[in-house]
């Protein structure tokens, strides 16, 4: 395998399944047919059986070996990610940028996302649908408790000298009352959110 294609193996471990138009875009962008040539490393790795593929939707999507069921419901999830790693990374690329982190221990909150972004650390919550507002509020309450805690403050990516929490940044469906909390909280689509750096 060369280069590209570890990159290409890499990715879908970390994103746990890509479609063909996201490797296309985040790995032949530079090349004159991305499509094309996406199409032909993906055939090749799928006949030398380094990688998976789903080949029963209109879009075919593309596993690591090992990796998530074919057929799991969180495919939609996990492709939700990476549309927005693809939306930020073409202000940024993300110093950091972690899917479903491990974040301490049982009752820690499980962001989606952990990126570092615009010099900025962020957990990122991606709402593909609406939650009660319960349950959003037991998120919060995880954030909260692992904000009191002070364990992020040993987290290996923090600036030497200056402890920060991350921001906590909720994308997509429903808006979600977050007033009260000891961090920051913002409800905004990538769009949005890059309108209000860039003012």
């Known amino acids: 395998m060369n280069a590209r294609d570890k ?13 063909r138009d996201d490797v296309a875009e985040l790995h032949f962008s530079n090349v004159k047919n ?30 690591p070996i090992p990796g998530i069921k074919k057929d799991s419901a969180k495919i939609g999830h996990f492709l939700a990610i990476v549309d927005f790693y693809k939306q930020i990374r073409k202000v940024e690329v993300p110093r950091v940028f972690h899917v479903e982190p491990k974040v301490g221990g049982k009752g820690w909150p499980e962001p989606d996302v952990f990126c570092i972004w615009k010099g900025a650390p962020w957990f990122v919550e991606i709402q593909r649908s609406q939650f009660s507002g319960k349950v959003m509020q037991e998120k919060m309450n995880r954030y909260e408790q692992y904000f009191l805690s002070g364990e992020w403050e040993q987290e290996p990516w923090q600036p030497a000298g200056k402890k920060l929490f991350p921001y906590l940044w909720i994308v997509g469906a429903g808006k979600y009352k977050s007033e009260g909390r000891s961090f920051r909280v913002f409800q905004d689509s990538v769009e949005g959110m890059i309108q209000r750096i860039s003012r």
């Open 34 to 63: 991305p499509v094309t040539q996406a199409n032909m490393v993906l055939k090749r790795l799928r006949r030398d059986d380094v990688i998976a593929c789903a080949t029963d939707r209109r879009k075919y999507i593309y596993f």
């Open 7 to 19: 990159a290409i193996v890499k990715d879908l471990e970390r994103f746990r399944c890509l479609t």
